[in-house]
């Protein structure tokens, strides 16, 4: 937020753009005055006096005159030192004039009659007052203006040889007093006035600063952007407008950082973020947090060029690790950008396109950029049209599953179940098209029960076989997820012992003790745990006893060596599962190379196409009767 002005600040300036009104008044008191003296004295006192002296003070009393009428169009113009030094002069030379002229005035005195004196001390008398109520404003000044009057005249006529002088002296003081009070109430109500007008002022700008910033990083929130979007796209028509970049950046591992180590060491992070992209940022380009972990850049007069090359630029800012309190983490960031060069796009337009980039980024691989294109916005209705037609097909059951079969001493032992689409118009949709559309739609429940109580049901069929069904995270964080599936294991009559749940190790070590418990009771009822794609397991061996396991299925990285020092990784990761009393099985196996150094490794469960590829339960339940597996019934 921009640093508004202290009050003391403030204060000062109201009292300078007073001061410019005021003065000039104070100026035509003071040349009234000095033509009434030359008037009343110019044939009896000495030129020096009645003329010349009079004619200086008018001489600089015009040019400052001059000086405080300009400066009524400089008040917001001037610096905070400025006011200061002006408003200290008028404390200085204030009193300073108005001595001189009293003692003009004392000395006028000499000559003339009685009545020409007389006339001398009231328009002096006059003079002081108005200066003081004139400066009312600068209060030193103000009481120096009258004290610098009065006591001359008090001295003055307390020694006169005239009695009238000297009893004329209670009557000044007490005058002089009373003119010194009022004239601190008047200012005291000026200050009052000028600092609830300041607070209010600065209780606005605050408010207005936080409806359009961000309080945690303190750049602008999405509100601002939008009027930001709209600055730009309102130029972009003019006649020689130019196009704008929109970059939108996520952080790529945000929610981890937060979840491990608490929302102040997220927030701390947020901030240092807007700092990093501020510093990538080229001036001119503004900076806004959306929300979450997620930010915007708004680049100016941008080409497709340069607008990838800044894109570029935010993705390398965050690739260094950030320096927390809680220690040093890597971020990385993804950035979506679109380039907009046609005027009749709205700002909520340009964000959503934007965003489409970004979730192609991240999409892509996270850690790099992505320029919006048309087809994106092409397969985002796609996906839109097959979200629908998903929750149509799991209605109706359209769905089926695929089993690929688990090798175990050259024979099959089991099988894991992949649920297939075959949609009607547009053919088979592959899962890693369907899945992320039920993930994001919230249709995974729906999903994973019928897969659940489809592959329950075909279990009935693969007898002597194990059947491993994948769970997903939102399935296991549901409170009754156990007691759904007793019901569905119940209602198929299928054998709990016979069916391995499969959880990612991901899934296992970011959702902690609540799945902890869940798979315990699961593993209560009977089931079979079995950890998939287990790419860190030497790293988290902590995890074996607490989730209960009976099987790994190793990671495709660390399942597919290339030999050497990979076949010692292998093994290592191999005993330590075997030392605590499981299974281990590889998945992707390709070859005859990559399977004999798999089973050296020791390695006793092999899946992949090296034997099969996933297949219909009809096509499974034939394969088994001519190898002589079970008893399938005929089909």
Not at 140 to 168: M, T
Not at 297 to 304: C, E, G, I, M, P
Not at 442 to 468: C, I, P, Q
Request: hydrophobic share 50%.
């Amino acid at each position: 937020m921009p640093a508004l002005a202290s009050r003391t600040e403030a204060f000062r300036r109201e009292q300078f753009r007073s001061l410019t009104h005021l003065i000039p008044i104070l100026y035509g008191v003071i040349l009234s005055v000095v033509l009434a003296l030359v008037i009343n004295y110019y044939r009896t006192a000495p030129a020096w006096l009645a003329f010349y002296a009079p004619a200086a003070m008018c001489f600089i009393v015009i040019w400052r005159t001059f000086y405080w009428f300009g400066a009524r169009k400089l008040v917001d113009r001037l610096t905070a030192a400025q006011h200061e030094r002006a408003v200290q002069s008028v404390t200085y030379l204030g009193p300073m004039l108005a001595f001189c002229f009293t003692i003009i005035g004392l000395l006028l005195m000499r000559y003339g009659d009685a009545a020409q004196q007389s006339l001398a001390v009231i328009l002096i008398w006059i003079l002081a007052i108005a200066a003081g109520f004139c400066l009312h404003v600068v209060l030193a000044g103000a009481i120096g203006v009258v004290l610098a009057a009065a006591v001359p005249l008090v001295i003055a006529f307390a020694f006169s040889a005239e009695p009238v002088f000297v009893r004329l002296v209670p009557a000044i003081a007490a005058v002089t007093a009373l003119i010194l009070y009022v004239l601190v109430e008047i200012y005291l109500d000026f200050a009052k006035i000028v600092n609830a007008t300041h607070d209010a002022q600065t209780h606005a700008a605050r408010a207005a600063h936080a409806a359009t910033h961000d309080p945690q990083t303190d750049l602008p929130n999405r509100i601002q952007l939008g009027a930001d979007l709209n600055q730009a796209i309102a130029r972009l028509k003019e006649e020689s407008g130019q196009p704008f970049a929109l970059h939108v950046v996520n952080l790529d591992r945000f929610k981890e950082i937060n979840d491990a180590y608490g929302h102040q060491a997220g927030d701390e992070l947020l901030v240092k973020t807007g700092q990093q992209l501020l510093k990538a940022c080229p001036p001119g380009t503004a900076v806004a947090r959306l929300g979450g972990d997620e930010f915007a850049v708004l680049q100016r007069s941008a080409t497709r060029e340069n607008a990838a090359a800044l894109a570029g630029r935010l993705v390398e800012s965050m690739r260094p690790p950030a320096y927390l309190s809680v220690g040093r983490q890597f971020v990385g960031c993804s950035v979506g950008v679109f380039f907009v060069d046609d005027a009749s796009l709205s700002a909520a337009e340009c964000l959503r396109r934007a965003g489409l980039a970004l979730d192609r980024a991240k999409d892509s691989g996270r850690n790099r950029y992505v320029l919006f294109e048309p087809a994106m916005d092409a397969t985002v209705r796609v996906r839109q049209q097959l979200r629908g037609e998903l929750h149509e097909a799991l209605a109706r059951e359209e769905l089926s599953l695929e089993y690929q079969p688990l090798f175990g001493a050259g024979a099959i032992v089991g099988v894991e179940a992949f649920a297939r689409w075959n949609q009607a118009a547009r053919g088979p949709i592959a899962p890693s098209v369907f899945i992320p559309i039920a993930e994001q739609g919230g249709l995974m429940d729906a999903l994973g029960t019928f897969v659940l109580r489809r592959a329950l049901e075909d279990s009935n069929d693969l007898k002597g076989l194990t059947v491993a069904i994948n769970l997903s995270a939102a399935q296991l964080l549901e409170a009754d997820f156990a007691a759904t599936l007793r019901d569905l294991v119940a209602a198929s009559s299928a054998n709990p012992r016979r069916i391995e749940l499969e959880i990612t190790e991901r899934v296992a070590v970011a959702e902690g003790p609540h799945i902890a418990g869940m798979l315990a009771r699961l593993r209560d009822a009977g089931f079979r745990i079995v950890l998939d794609d287990s790419g860190s397991l030497v790293a988290n061996l902590g995890l074996l006893p607490r989730l209960a396991l009976s099987k790994v299925k190793l990671d495709r990285r660390i399942a597919l060596p290339a030999g050497g020092d990979d076949d010692a990784v292998v093994r290592a990761v191999v005993r330590a599962a075997r030392a605590q009393g499981l299974e281990v099985a590889a998945k992707y196996v390709e070859t005859e190379e990559q399977e004999q150094r798999l089973l050296a490794a020791g390695c006793t469960q092999i899946q992949g196409h090296r034997y099969a590829r996933p297949m219909s339960l009809a096509s499974l339940l034939a394969a088994m009767q001519v190898a002589g597996i079970g008893n399938p019934p005929a089909t």
